[in-house]
Nanobody, 113 residues
Framework: QLQASGGGLVQPGGSLRLSCVGSRTIFSASLMRWYRQAPGKQRDLVAEIFRSGYTNYSDSVKGRFTISRDNAKNTLYLQMNSLNSEDTAVYYC?????????WGQGTQVTVSS
């Protein structure tokens, strides 16, 4: 239902943009979120965007990451700037509505010199 892409290896201070494509039915009705999970840690919310465009961010990424959505393309984005080693994790996109909760397959982001 959701396909995430855009992860990779990046040096500290670098940038990446993640994308997540979903079906029109799911995307149009959903609150969209990005989560991440580092090795040995729980999955944490990174950012969320409502259909209206209203956004929320975790304190750890505020000012560095930007979540956006293109409803016409059924695509969710996460622009990540000023990356550091603590951002290394598998990133998951999520589509939530009262009747469902879908996850993408995850994309690995590694920040290392």
């Amino acid at each position: 239902q959701l396909q995430a892409s855009g992860g990779g290896l990046v040096q500290p201070g670098g940038s990446l943009r993640l994308s997540c494509v979903g079906s029109r039915t799911i995307f149009s009705a959903s609150l969209m979120r990005w989560y991440r999970q580092a090795p040995g840690k729980q999955r944490d919310l990174v950012a969320e965007i409502f259909r209206s465009g209203y956004t929320n961010y975790s304190d750890s990424v505020k000012g560095r990451f930007t979540i956006s959505r293109d409803n016409a393309k059924n695509t969710l984005y996460l622009q990540m700037n000023s990356l550091n080693s603590e951002d290394t994790a598998v990133y998951y996109c999520n589509a939530w509505a009262p009747s469902y909760n879908y996850w993408g397959q995850g994309t690995q982001v590694t920040v290392s010199s």
